[in-house]
């Protein structure tokens, strides 16, 4: 059986419904001219039903801010805190494949494992997702399908849109995806074979087979530390900690805490943290076991590439490039990868 599809005039009407079942509908909006950013587009509209290329930002950023306040201290002296919780109902829309895996991945880190990270879970729990695939590179530096997260998302969305001329197929990716399409069953059709047919055209022409990489041999040789140190070196040189890749990265989770306190009353923090920075690792006698600056960026590779796929068996970088296009010193993890591997 074909799958649902939707014209681009009910599209609209389906993102009318979809405003008024949330708090926050984060959609892609164009702002500083031409760049795509994700915001709050539930009363001021301006959501983009289709866009070409990624956002500068992933949705990470409401899911997991920079700063996010965890309790409200009501007395210091006498330990007394109350979980802050934000109980918001979000749909995320027109979400990149890449991002999409990156959510999958993130989900590893902070829910499914012993001690869930209970204000992301509840999060994710009060959120919808809906991807869009894309019909073509978003960027020249981007390589999604080499880490097999594009040009289409396999799992981790509620629904997923794939552009055809006439609108849109559209999978669906869980109960919540289910429902959507139930309750709104005027707006849909079943795609006829011409779409399925155009949808894997626009497949097999985004990218030629991708090359293959061994990222268990690419994760054992930077765990028997067989990279050349000629390339940690070069890296380390070049780093000039802006803190663009860890800020931009869709799957950097790490984060410190720290209470804010006036009087006997305040917040407890957390703020993102990361592999680049000389106090990440530094001890509370103030010792740090990695002096070198060449070690922290190295962090950072070795986190994606080689302790996650120890963790989870996977990478986790999705091929997203945002590191790539925003380093002043034109550090790249694709030509890292490639160099590793040789």
């Not at 009363?43 to 983009?48: A, D, I, Q, S, V």
């Not at 007395?75 to 890449?98: N, Q």
């Not at 074979?193 to 990218?207: G, H, N, R, S």
Request: proline share 6%.
């Amino acid at each position: 059986m074909n799958r649902p599809f939707i014209t681009r005039e009910h599209l609209k009407v389906l993102i009318k419904v979809l405003k008024s079942s949330c708090d926050e509908f984060i959609a892609p909006r164009r702002e500083h001219l031409t760049d795509i950013v994700f915001g709050d587009a539930k009363t001021g509209g301006g959501e983009l039903p289709d866009y070409d290329g990624n956002s500068v930002i992933s949705p990470r950023a409401f899911l997991l801010p920079q700063t996010e306040p965890l309790f409200e201290i009501k007395s210091a002296r006498r330990s007394e805190l109350a979980p802050i919780e934000d109980k918001r109902t979000r749909v995320f829309y027109g979400v990149r494949p890449c991002d999409i895996k990156a959510l999958v991945l993130m989900r590893e880190f902070f829910i499914e494992r012993e001690f869930a990270d209970e204000p992301y879970k509840t999060k994710m729990g009060r959120s919808t997702f809906i991807a869009l695939a894309c019909s073509k590179r978003c960027s020249a530096k981007a390589f999604c399908d080499e880490m097999g997260a594009g040009p289409v998302a396999k799992s981790g969305f509620d629904l997923q849109m794939r552009a055809v001329s006439r609108g849109y197929i559209i999978d669906i990716g869980s109960e919540k995806g289910e429902k959507i399409v139930g309750e709104n069953k005027r707006l849909f059709k079943r795609a006829s074979p011409q779409d399925e047919k155009e949808a894997k055209a626009v497949l097999k022409d985004f990218t030629k087979e991708p090359e293959k990489i061994d990222y268990k041999k690419l994760a054992k040789t930077m765990a028997n530390d067989s990279v050349e140190p000629s390339v940690w070196d070069d890296i380390g040189q070049r780093c000039v900690i802006c803190s663009g890749c860890v800020t931009l990265c869709p799957t950097c989770g790490c984060f410190s805490v720290v209470d804010r306190i006036s009087g006997d009353r305040g917040e407890r923090l957390r703020y993102c943290d990361g592999c680049p920075y000389a106090g990440f690792t530094r001890m509370a006698g103030g010792s740090a076991p990695f002096p070198l600056h060449k070690d922290h960026i190295r962090r950072f590779f070795e986190h994606k590439l080689n302790h996650d796929v120890d963790r989870y068996g996977t990478p986790s970088c999705v091929g997203c490039a945002r590191c790539i296009e925003t380093c002043p010193g034109n550090i790249s993890i694709r030509k890292l990868i490639r160099e590793a591997v040789k």
